[in-house]
């Protein structure tokens, strides 16, 4: 069965500090792999996605993501952060064979506090 | 366009009771899924609908679980009669394409159901 490991429950950075965020996935084949975002209140919220092609992706708020199929990792990247990037990120994926495999798995989410 | 919206946002009940929670999907989106986030564990695929057809309830934990669509729009999703260990968080979300893994899944805030 697949899953996704994040391996930080909770972050601690200062405002205009870098972040990363890691995830884990372990799967059979290479899948389609997400990051969302929940913050207090709202519901979750696509960051970004991979499917094929460039390693690299970019998504909203100035996240990126870089998909490294040798280490099964999708980590979530962003140069500066912002005290509104304080919020629980969420590692998913779904297998890549494409077709109806529709199902979300889930990492159990790191929750990000920005310090001013 | 408003998202998808889940109602009521928190629920507090008695073991023994039944709960209804409800979700609205964007308008147009065919295809609704529910979620549920027990505390310290993943978010978990519970089941899909494709308009008001049941396409996929294999997450669905037992038969006290109750999902409906009634015409294709809202979903209910009732307890009936709730666990101590049904307390969590039940996220809706819906998606417009035919049910492939590449359509994204607008998700809601979240009902927080609280059983004593």
């Known amino acids: 069965a697949q899953s996704v490991t994040q391996p930080d429950i909770h972050i601690t950075v200062s405002e205009g500090a870098s972040l990363e965020l890691r995830c884990n996935y372990s799967y059979g084949a290479t899948p389609y792999l997400f990051w969302y975002v929940q913050s207090p209140g709202q519901g979750l919220q696509l960051l970004l996605k991979y499917f094929s092609g460039d390693t690299l992706v970019q998504g909203i708020k100035g996240f990126e993501a870089e998909f490294k199929r040798s280490q099964s990792s999708f980590n979530l990247r962003k140069p500066s952060v912002h005290w509104s990037d304080a919020a629980e990120y969420f590692c998913?994926?779904?297998?890549?064979?494409?077709?109806?495999?529709?199902?979300?798995?889930f990492g159990k989410g790191t929750l990000l506090t920005v310090n001013p | 366009e408003a998202g998808v919206t889940q109602f009521p946002s928190h629920s507090v009940i008695e073991k023994g009771q039944t709960v209804t929670l409800r979700c609205d999907p964007i308008s147009g989106h065919d295809n609704l899924y529910w979620y549920r986030r027990v505390m310290g564990k993943e978010i978990k695929f519970l089941l899909h609908?494709?308009?008001?057809?049941?396409?996929?309830e294999s997450g669905m934990p037992n038969n006290r679980f109750l999902a409906e669509r009634t015409g294709g729009t809202y979903s209910t999703l009732k307890v009936q009669p709730a666990e101590l260990e049904d307390s969590g968080v039940y996220f809706c979300a819906s998606s417009y394409g035919t049910g492939l893994s590449t359509d994204t899944q607008y998700f809601g805030p979240g009902t927080r159901l609280t059983v004593l």
């Open positions: 609908f494709v308009k008001e057809s049941k396409q996929d």
């Open positions: 998913a994926v779904v297998p890549g064979s494409g077709g109806s495999n529709y199902k979300l798995t």
